[in-house]
């Protein structure tokens, strides 16, 4: 089984329905990410965690919310969703960087391919 | 002006040839990421580094923190190793809202056999 899961890995879905991206990881780390990738612009951050009761936008968290419901899952839900929130969404994970300790290197999901139409 | 420049944005190489792909940044950072992705596939992390050089295999990572610039260096290329690279920027140190981590748009990278 994949360190990081994510669930569905694609979705087809109409302009106003409400979405949900779904991930789960086995390596214990209390860090989690949620990125869109779009082609041409690369990774963009939507939101992260850092632990289950720390929540964070990124630079592009309007028209999204998360949910930290344990240390291994992170949810993203599109409340009411629009066309240009077609893209590849993928989970990360990582380790709180230590000084000659962990050195924080991500650990991604296989994606999410979501459709609005 | 993106914060963090990939270049080339496009690479085609033939088998056994030395690749380099370079990353620019142009903030203060605690460490750079190199990632890769394969066509349709998920990303994985190739290296995490904060200085100097570090090796896996075939892939040799290196970055300058004065110049603010990283590279990323393929040995004897396979077409295995056609994928899309990707160069991130981490700043910001400890928790919460002082984090970001900012990427490049990525090298697409094609080894002809």
């Known amino acids: 089984d994949a360190d990081v899961t994510q669930t569905p890995r694609n979705r087809i879905t109409k302009t106003g329905k409400r979405i949900m991206l779904e991930c789960s990881q086995t390596k214990g780390h209390d860090r989690m990410y949620w990125y869109r990738q779009d082609p041409g612009l690369g990774l963009r951050l939507i939101y992260y965690s850092f632990d289950v009761k720390d929540i964070n936008k990124g630079e592009i968290s309007d028209g999204y919310s998360v949910s930290r419901q344990a240390q291994a899952k992170f949810s993203l839900s599109l409340e009411s969703a629009i066309p240009n929130q077609t893209a590849l969404y993928f989970c990360?994970?990582?380790?709180?960087?230590?000084?000659?300790?962990?050195?924080?290197?991500?650990?991604f999901g296989e994606g999410s391919r979501l459709t609005v139409l | 002006k993106n914060e963090v420049e990939q270049s080339p944005q496009n690479l085609t190489a033939q088998e056994g040839e030395f690749i380099t792909i370079n990353c620019s940044y142009s903030?203060?950072?605690?460490?750079l990421h190199w990632l890769q992705q394969h066509p349709g596939g998920g990303i994985v992390s190739l290296f995490m580094?904060?200085?100097g050089k570090k090796k896996h295999g075939r892939l040799i990572a290196t970055i300058n923190i004065q110049e603010k610039h990283s590279s990323l260096h393929i040995t004897a290329s396979h077409p295995r190793d056609s994928a899309v690279y990707i160069c991130a920027v981490r700043s910001g140190v400890g928790g919460g809202s002082n984090y970001k981590l900012t990427f490049g748009k990525g090298t697409l990278l094609t080894v002809n056999p």
């Open positions: 580094l904060s200085s």
């Open positions: 903030v203060g950072i605690s460490a």
């Open positions: 990360a994970t990582s380790e709180i960087p230590v000084a000659g300790g962990h050195t924080g290197e991500l650990f």
